[in-house]
């Protein structure tokens, strides 16, 4: 007992000597304390600020470099020849591009010659979808033109969606002009949806844009979809098929304009590959397809 009265009165006595020297401070001191803890926080707070901001510019600098690396590269990629077998008895060349292709030199592509063929127009993805955008569209969109290409803007076609909100996406990006091909409907997969649905769906995205821009609009797909949904309901629109394994034209039972025959193409002024077409006409019909 007497023990730990004994501790109990040390403990006070300990605890009173504290606080009497925290009183014996001067207040002076105290206040310095205070002001060198908040400069202190306040230089960790700029250290990250100077962090990051260093951090924003090595990274927007990083973009730039690799933007110029892409356009130099694209500026230089040559090749010899196609790469395919050209189809005969067809005049008009063209290729399809998205952002797969990345950077295009369009000079490059357009100035590319082997023998009599040479690349004349481009269909450029530019919406997929409800919301989607191709990040490279606005920059192929315009130099394409700057390089003197006939040049048309397509819609990737997601039919589990709304046609009219997909075309409302589509009139959002686009802004056609004279001399540009009409706007095409690239519908290939049906997205789990029924032929009846697909069918409603896709006459939602051709009306509503046909009467935004006053044209009829392309429909691009392949032979055997067009076979097994589209068919008797469309034939009165343009068609772009898509087929790779005839030579001379596409087996297909309806007229069509446009005929993306080989996916394997090279062109000057692109690293990858790409997607090659013809146009089934002359001089003349091209330019009558086009818009007045």
């Known amino acids: 007992m007497i023990q730990f009265l ?23 001191r105290v206040y310095l304390y205070t002001i060198m803890a908040k400069k202190k926080k306040s230089n960790i707070g700029w250290k990250i600020f100077i962090g990051l901001g260093i951090g924003c510019m090595v990274a927007i600098l990083g973009v730039v470099i690799y933007e110029w690396w892409q356009a130099r ?34 000079e490059s592509v357009k100035g590319m010659k082997v023998e009599d063929v040479q690349i004349s127009f481009a269909f450029i993805k530019a919406t997929e979808g409800n919301n989607n ?19 048309g803007a397509y819609h990737f076609f997601v039919a589990s969606r709304s046609g009219k909100t997909q075309a409302e996406n589509f009139i959002k990006c686009v802004d056609l002009e004279p ?16 032929g009846d649905k697909l069918r ?77 077409n013809v146009f089934n006409g002359d001089s003349t019909e091209f330019r009558n397809l086009l818009i007045q």
Request: no cysteine.
């Open 6 to 28: 004994t501790s109990g009165v040390k403990y006070m006595l300990s605890a009173l000597s504290v606080k009497r020297f925290a009183l014996s401070v001067p207040r002076s």
């Open 73 to 106: 590269r694209a500026k230089f990629v040559k090749y010899d020849a196609f790469g395919i077998e050209i189809p005969t008895n067809y005049n008009i060349h063209g290729i399809d591009v998205s952002k797969y292709q990345d950077r295009i030199d369009w």
């Open 133 to 151: 955008r191709d990040i490279y569209f606005k920059r192929n969109w315009k130099q394409s033109k700057e390089a003197m290409l006939a040049r």
């Open 179 to 194: 001399g540009d091909l009409p706007p095409v409907l690239d519908v290939e997969q049906t997205n789990g949806v029924s």
């Open 200 to 276: 409603q769906r896709v006459k939602e995205w051709l009306l509503t844009v046909e009467n935004h821009y006053g044209i009829k609009p392309i429909i691009y797909t392949n032979v055997d979809f067009y076979k097994y949904y589209l068919k008797d309901e469309f034939d009165s629109y343009p068609l772009w098929v898509a087929h790779y394994l005839q030579k001379e034209k596409p087996r297909i039972y309806r007229d069509w304009h446009f005929w993306q025959y080989s996916e394997l193409g090279r062109v000057n002024g692109i690293y990858s590959k790409v997607d090659f």
